[in-house]
């Protein structure tokens, strides 16, 4: 009559064990999806501004690129 109540005692060890292993392996895995998830976050903030002298040409600019813009035809410089 004396076993349930010994595998009552090596279940709890046993319960205590793999929550700590579990927790172990979580945390590993949260620090491994952010480096995996930062390449594939592409930038796409490209601008396309068209020139006032030469309208149909317009210039492809990043949308952090400083305010003065050059013509692709002409050269001359205008502002966004
Ligand atoms: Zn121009």
Redesign the pocket.
Known sequence: MAMPHVMGIVEDGLESMFRGVKGMTYERGNDILPDESEPLVEPNDMMIVA?P??SFEPVKIPADHPARLH?L??G?AFGV
């Open positions: 020139s002298c030469h013509c035809l002409c001359s």
